[in-house]
Structures are given as structure tokens and as C-alpha cells.
């Protein structure tokens, strides 16, 4: 069955500093791979899809995200972190073989420290 | 322009009783998603709306749950005979049409079963 596996549940990071988010993903076929942002009070945010070519993805907000097919991943990286990154971030994979199901992980909790 | 509204924000209501949650989504937006999210969880799939009709209900977790769409517009999530465990966040999303196109999301409504 297809999955999504966060396997950071918190990560803090100091303000200027380089991050990566870690996702792995479970699916039979190339899968169209998403990241997204929900911050405190607000809706979830789209900050990068990958659908197919390159592999390195541009985002919003000056983050990017690599898949890598041989170890099924898909990790999200930002150069040097501000204090408003502070948020929660999902990685997502969809729509499903035969389905419309998208499948989110459990989600990577950042803080940020001044 | 506006986005994706829920109403309501908050609700409160004790075990048994029915729910109703509203979603308005961005104009002209055909695909509809409701998701739920609990805590510490990711956002768990719930059905799938295009236009008016749900092709994809298989993330309705019982037959307490249901979903109309009406006039390709707003949507309606019922959960009847509430439980304690339906305690969550429910997120709907929109997308110009479906497929692998962005979804933009709601700020959710916060349903608490007492």
C-alpha cells in the first residue's frame, strides 16, 4: 500500500541555519510528490510538487526538494531558515494508483530559535 | 480573490448528537476534497467531489459519515451520532480540477465531541 513516512516529528533548527526535512514515500509507480507548509492559525499552503524531469524542484519561499527514485525520497531543504519558517510541513503523494487519494504524512513540526 | 472558506470554525457538541460542516470553495474550482486531521496525525483522506458528483468515497470512515456537493459549489460534511473520536480538525481543499492540480485549502473547523 502506498505510505508517506516523516520520520522527524520535531526538528529545531537556529535562525540562519541550513534545514532538511526528511520524506519517504511507498508507491508502485512515479509519484507526484508535494510538499506543504501549515503555520499557526492558517490553511496549508502548497511550496513544491513534483510530477516528472528534473529532479531538484523550486519552491516558494526559498525552499527546494530532491527526489531521489533509489532511495525513495523526497526531503525538502532551505538554504538558510528565517524565524517565520517556524510551522508545520507535510509531504504528500498523489493521487493514488485508480484513486483520487492523496496521502500525507504525519507531518515535521519546525522551530525555530532566534 | 477569496479563497476557501469553512464554517464553522469551532464546534462543540456532545457524543450522539449530529454535525454539519460547511465548505465554500474557490470560484470555479470543480475538484473538492474533505480531509481530516487529528492530532499528532496527518491529514487522513476523506472523499473526493468533481462537480457534483463523488467519485472516490473511500476514505469515509463510516456509515456515520457523508459528504454532498451541490451546484458544483458548497459542500456539506454530516457526521451523524458523533463519537468522542471524531475529535479533529476537518480541512477541505479545492482544485480548478482535480487530478494533480494544486489544492488550496481551508483554515479548517475544529470539531470537538464532549
Known amino acids: 500500500a502506498q505510505s508517506v513516512t516523516q520520520p522527524d516529528i520535531h526538528i529545531t533548527v537556529s535562525e540562519g541555519a541550513s534545514l532538511e526535512l526528511r520524506c519517504n514515500y511507498s508507491?508502485?509507480?512515479?509519484?507526484?510528490l508535494f510538499w506543504y507548509v501549515q503555520s499557526p492559525g492558517q490553511g496549508l499552503q502548497l511550496l513544491l510538487k513534483?510530477?516528472?524531469?528534473?529532479?531538484l524542484v523550486q519552491g516558494i519561499k526559498g525552499f527546494e526538494a530532491e527526489f531521489k527514485r533509489s532511495q525513495s525520497s523526497f526531503n525538502l531543504r532551505k538554504p538558510s531558515v528565517h524565524w517565520s519558517d517556524a510551522a508545520e510541513y507535510f509531504c504528500?503523494?498523489?493521487?493514488?494508483?485508480?484513486?483520487?487519494?492523496?496521502?500525507f504524512g504525519t507531518g515535521t513540526r519546525l522551530k525555530v530559535l532566534a | 480573490g477569496a479563497g476557501v472558506s469553512q464554517s464553522p470554525s469551532n464546534k462543540v457538541t456532545e457524543k450522539g448528537k449530529d454535525v454539519e460542516l460547511r465548505c465554500d470553495p474557490i470560484?470555479?474550482?470543480?475538484?473538492l476534497y474533505w480531509y481530516r486531521q487529528s492530532l499528532g496525525q496527518g491529514l487522513e483522506f476523506l472523499i473526493y467531489?468533481?462537480?457534483?458528483?463523488?467519485?472516490?468515497k473511500s476514505g469515509l470512515p463510516s456509515d456515520r459519515f457523508s459528504a454532498e456537493r451541490t451546484g458544483g459549489s458548497v459542500s456539506t460534511l454530516t457526521i451523524q451520532r458523533t463519537q468522542q473520536e471524531d475529535s479533529a480538525v476537518y480541512l477541505c481543499?479545492?482544485?480548478?480540477?482535480?487530478?494533480?492540480?494544486?489544492?488550496?485549502f481551508g483554515p479548517g473547523t475544529r470539531l470537538t465531541v464532549t
Open positions: 467531489f468533481q462537480g457534483n458528483s463523488a467519485p472516490d
Open positions: 481543499a479545492s482544485s480548478l480540477s482535480g487530478g494533480s492540480g494544486e489544492q488550496y
Open positions: 470560484s470555479g474550482h470543480t475538484a
Open positions: 513534483y510530477f516528472s524531469g528534473d529532479t
Open positions: 504528500a503523494v498523489g493521487p493514488t494508483s485508480g484513486t483520487y487519494k492523496y496521502i
Open positions: 508507491y508502485g509507480a512515479t509519484p507526484y
